[in-house]
């Protein structure tokens, strides 16, 4: 057996054992609404559901617990007031280790739930209305998430590195009237102008769809604009008032969160909150192995799905206590992570491959020189880890001690999909593992024929699980184009995936045009809208290729109008460009400027060539003989900038 690593033994709380998830997986698939059923019974609800699955993927109908209602705040919060009101809920660990860090308990994290909640009834949000939250890694932000589940209303977090232009499409996507934001964060050294960019986004939205109402809290004390009648600072409006939480239908929508696809602009995926809970709930106890009283660090921001699942709902949902870091992993040295850990006593640490590669550059004795002994799991998501960074995880951070889950899911999937666990499986460097409970994957080559056994091919999703998105937010037919069109009948995951002799599942990335830039999604075709925005520019097409650190990395090939002369200040100048349009995660790392793109006869772009050529790989070009100008190649290949 190739590379294994024997899981180590569990405890005998240990939430399961291989038999178990034998048992379990298999009872899972043969009777879906009575396992369903039953894990639905971690939640409170203010009605049971008598039933669990009921969805179709042609058409496409997806439902679950749909005679149930209960409130997801109600569940993260309130409920553990009783027995646990003084257990630690968040930890708050700032940009600066020199400032205080801050612990809430779930007594003082309820207060702070209500206020905020009162806060967004004074500016007139009700059940149903999107609210916009853009905003730093602060407790205030989890906070707000909550607040808006308290009384109904649908949060949509835009991550605090998109741009003004990026958050204008994800304010006006979703006709939200309601933003919260904070004067500025903080990142390293760095402000990062929040209620700046609010401004600057409004300024752009149309007049039809006006944003009635900003709240702002105020955490740098950073100077910043207020205008009158529309922007409210948090503490003006709070309020400890009783604010009940709102009784929610099974199938109300719980939140939009946008993320790339291969066409297109962001699409705003829609969790609802019945399904989504059960299953935050239900992975992160499994996967986590989440035992009373221990620590819980998610390192990603709530700005993406995994801030979303297990800073937020996952932990709370289970009555942890999860750590919000606002910081980043350089600041103000390379051990900050550790620092983190040590500090807080962190149990469980869960990160993204990208910062595990950055920090292992870095050398050892960062991490060497802490004591780290307070670690019982790992984790990792987002990208697919290479062994190497794998080992390292495994051996210098985890001391050989740790088992670490590799955990493969997407925004789309609200939750952990297909990982090991803890104490049932055995790890394979490199490989995500097993399907989750529920989770029946399935292989298919390019004409959807099914593969059996050991395969390599396409990653479907058979049948449906109570954590799947349910539409995109005012757009049903986007939903099914982009998720059920490709392989009628099922869902289509966009990423490759091989299946070997042990029925592990190796994750070996995207197939579609999406590229994973430090394990976040960038649709080419967005990078390429941006481009060309630019005056100057008259084509552009995009490319991932293999980056060190990032995973992938962006490369830009660029025609330009005719007239326009090429120059390295073109090429700073379109990077800027490219950051202002999106976000710095944008940033094109190669960009090469070139007469003409590769086409065919019949004008397709040959994407193919161009990867090839972006991964210096340019020997085994396969067949040109169909490209409208062969000469063109031998001139890429000149000028490739990635060499
Ligand atoms: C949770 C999250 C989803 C895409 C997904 C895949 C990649 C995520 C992975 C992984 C290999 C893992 N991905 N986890 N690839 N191994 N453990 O990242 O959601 O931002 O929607 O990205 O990320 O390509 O399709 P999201």
Redesign the pocket.
Known sequence: MRDLVQRPEGTASTHCTAEQYDAMYRQSLANPDAFWLEQAQRLDWSTFPTKAGEWSFDPVDIAWYSDGSLNLCHNAVDRHLADNGDTVAFIFEPDSPDSPSRSLTYRELHSEVVRMANALKAMGVTKGDRVTLYMPMIVEGAAAMLACARIGAIHSVVFGGFSPEALAGRIEGCESRFIVTADEGLRGTKRVPLKDNIDAAIALLDANSPVDGVLVIRHTGGKIAMQDGRDHWYTDVASDADCPCVEMHAEDPLFILY?SGSTGKPKGVLHTTGGYAVWAAATFYYTFDYQPGEVFWCSADIG???GHSYVTYGPLLNGGTSVIFEGVPNYPDHGRFWDVIDRHKVNIFYTAPTAIRALMREGNDWVTSRDLSSLRLLG?????INPEAWRWYYEVVGKSNCPIV??????ETGGHMITTLPYAHDMKPGS?GKPFFGVQPLLVDNEGNPLEGAADGNLCITHSWPGQARTVYGDHDRFIEAYFSTFPGRYF???GCRRDEDGYYW?T??VDDVI?VS???MGTAEVESALVLHPKVSEAAVVGFPHDIKGQGIYCYVTLMEGENTSAALTAELRQWVRKEIGPIATPDHLQFTSGLPKTRSGKIMRRILRKIAENDYGALGDTSTLADPSLVDRLIEGRQNR
Do not use: L
């Open positions: 993320t993406w799905v995994t990792t998501v987002g990208e697919p590799d955990t493969w899911w997407q925004t995500a995951t966009g990423d994750i990335g995207r994973n394990g976040h999604r």
